[in-house]
């Protein structure tokens, strides 16, 4: 019952935010931080004190199965591995920063900012642990809307455009995803007379190629646009630009990654030939996002929209690496979900800084902030060169294993990533030059850091550290869950295997009859 205590929780939590505000107008924000941190101690504690069945042979940790709809083969399936425990550490230590980010920036509808909040964050983690595709779709809704809202209400001049847009592109695409629900449902239930939103039993569901190949679209549809893959990308950098910071983390941080977890857990074990035919065209698409984020980050002028196609080029490579089909990929994108949340949710909080400082986000009007404001530079120093992959950081990792895997599967989309890596270096740089090193337009006065600002930088980048320095503990939590992804793909090698050695004999059989 745990893992649905961590969805009432934050849900409860944001009702009682809601109408706390008629009481006190800071209440809202402390029973937010409560109910996020008490996830994330449950999430620890999971971690912690359950090493030997995450690296045991069985992925799955904990499973809840309630019956719902029965006489629509609808059930409340709630199912925990590492790959989704991983997950959930990253939504509540996010989600807790969210908070303390927005405690002086948020200041009208304070209630319901927080209700919003938690629930966008309830949504997320529903969709990192229901097994069962009905829920599933139900939980990918209910991270949308309240996500509309924050962006519609608390964001910046042409926030409404921003929060529409966004809107649109997830919504559509969710519909896609939707009818591809419905469409494995029903096969499903022809062939085995059981129909189910079940997704273990789905998984044994058999497609004829042109089946799979439309009802893996309708599932890529919603997956590829929330990633964003080029070109469904155009939504992201008005709503990052729009949002307010903790919309900005959450979007940044978590909402991407629902995406790349949707292409782990449903696209590779429930469509692996139609995956494998796709895969080379998924690779070059992820290619081309690498390349063309990092052309368009270091075109920008406003910081948040240079850091939102950073995102872009980033995501790029968990595209690539998923359709690599081997470990040292998929556990390079586990790597660059977490890595990338933490480092570029750094660069947006740090752009908040500068916003409630400035009330700018042009960088041509900033400069020589360094001697002004050490303390924000080497904080934003830090997670510039986590953002270019700098060794000892968590992006480094991530990239290089990506990069690894992806070499196996094909070495010339390789070959043209490693572009990225390089145009990374130059938008990154391009960020310190413009906002601390170069001489400023003006001399207007910037203060440092205060305690709480620091007090949420900090633990950032004490964790991109860790990832950069050992990320064996996360490797291993991830590895049972990535095996579990790629065993289709291992069958089929076998398979391969087994029809190249049946034909080997006969090829030689007919050459010696001939001879005869």
Do not use: C
């Not at 499973?63 to 709809?69: G, N, Q």
């Not at 009208?108 to 779709?137: E, R």
């Not at 990154?428 to 709480?452: G, N």
């Amino acid at each position: 019952m745990i893992l649905l205590w961590m969805i009432v929780l934050l849900m409860a939590g944001g009702v009682l935010a809601w109408l706390s505000k008629k009481w006190h107008p800071v209440l809202p924000r402390w029973i937010a931080l409560f109910a996020i941190l008490t996830d994330l101690i449950l999430a620890l504690f999971l971690w912690l004190g359950t090493p030997t069945a995450v690296t045991g042979s069985s992925p799955w940790l904990i499973r809840l199965e309630i019956p719902w709809i029965p006489q629509w083969g609808v059930n409340f399936i709630l199912a925990l591995d590492g790959l989704s425990l991983l997950m959930l550490l990253l939504t509540f230590f996010l989600g807790a920063l969210a908070v303390l980010i927005s405690w002086r920036e948020i200041n009208t509808k304070t209630g319901f900012f927080h209700f919003n909040l938690l629930w966008v964050l309830a949504g997320i983690t529903g969709v990192f642990l229901t097994m069962d595709l009905f829920l599933f779709y139900f939980f990918w809704e209910v991270m949308l809307i309240p996500m509309y809202f924050l962006i519609g209400v608390w964001g910046h001049a042409n926030r409404n455009y921003a929060a529409y847009k966004f809107f649109l592109f997830t919504q559509a695409s969710g519909l896609l995803m939707l009818l591809a629900i419905l469409g494995l449902y029903f096969t499903h239930g022809s062939q085995t007379g059981m129909y189910t939103f079940n997704y273990f039993e789905l998984l044994e569901t058999t497609l004829d190629p042109l089946a799979a190949r439309l009802l893996m679209f309708g599932f890529l549809a919603a997956f590829l646009v929330k990633l964003p893959v080029v070109p469904f990308h155009s939504w992201l950098p008005d709503a990052h630009s729009e949002a307010p910071t903790a919309g900005s983390i959450i979007l940044a941080g978590l909402l991407l990654k629902t995406g790349a977890y949707g292409l782990l857990r449903f696209v590779l074990p429930l469509f692996p030939d139609a995956a494998l035919e796709f895969a080379p065209w998924a690779m070059l698409l992820g290619v081309v996002g690498i390349i063309y984020g990092a052309i368009l980050a270091f075109s920008q002028t406003d910081l948040k929209r240079l850091v939102a196609y950073t995102s872009v080029s980033h995501m790029g490579f968990v595209i690539l690496g998923v359709f690599a089909f081997n470990t040292w990929a998929l556990q390079g994108v586990v790597m660059q979900m977490i890595a990338h949340g933490l480092s570029t949710g750094a660069l947006f909080i740090i752009a908040g800084f500068l916003y409630e400082r400035l009330h700018t986000r042009d960088i041509q009007q900033m400069g020589g902030f360094w001697s002004k404001a050490p303390k924000m530079g080497v904080i934003a120093l830090i997670f510039v060169m986590a953002s270019l992959g700098l060794p000892g950081l968590g992006n480094f990792i991530a990239e290089f294993l990506t990069l690894v895997g992806s070499w196996q599967a094909n070495n010339w989309l390789t070959v043209f990533a490693t572009i990225g890596l390089v145009l990374a270096t130059v938008y990154s740089l391009r960020i310190m030059q413009k906002v601390f090193y170069e001489p400023a337009p003006t001399d207007r006065p910037l203060p440092d850091l205060t305690s709480r600002e620091m007090l949420i930088s900090l633990p950032m980048v004490a964790m991109i550290l860790w990832l950069g320095l050992y990320p064996q503990p996360i490797l291993d939590t991830a590895l049972p869950s990535i095996n579990q992804q790629l065993k289709a793909y291992q069958e089929l090698e076998v398979e391969e295997k087994k029809v190249v050695l049946v034909e080997v004999p006969e090829a030689e059989l007919s050459i010696e009859k001939s001879s005869k």
